[in-house]
Nanobody, 115 residues
């Protein structure tokens, strides 16, 4: 059974940093592409960052230069390091993995950027 679990969300002041982690079970992250998405109330879920099987990373425009996605194959995790956080980064953050044409999502972790 495939399961993704996100952790690391919380409340942070503008300009602060958070590190989100997505831990997979029943799935090997090193063999697939993994993405981090976010969704705030009233908006569509959007891709924030993704990493390919080969380790190539891509970022949504507003995340470039502030967020870094990385794999730890020994822990089977994909992390999202976020710096210089802004109030507009406030959202529920989800990780997603696709295996055999099936998308698997975690339950999400809330990130709130507020003073």
């Amino acid at each position: 059974q495939v399961q993704l679990v996100e952790s690391g969300g919380g409340l942070v002041q503008p300009g602060g940093s958070l590190r989100l982690s997505c831990t997979g079970s029943g799935i090997i992250f090193s063999n697939i592409a993994v993405g981090w998405f976010r969704q705030s109330p009233g908006t569509e879920r959007e891709l924030v960052a993704g990493v390919t099987i080969g380790g190539v990373a891509a970022y949504e425009e507003s995340a470039k230069g502030r967020f870094t996605i990385s794999r730890d194959n020994t822990k089977n995790t994909v992390d999202l390091q976020m710096h210089s956080l802004k109030p507009e980064d406030t959202a529920v953050y989800y990780c997603k993995a696709r295996l055999s044409d099936v998308d698997y999502w975690g339950q999400g972790t809330q990130v709130t950027v507020s003073s």
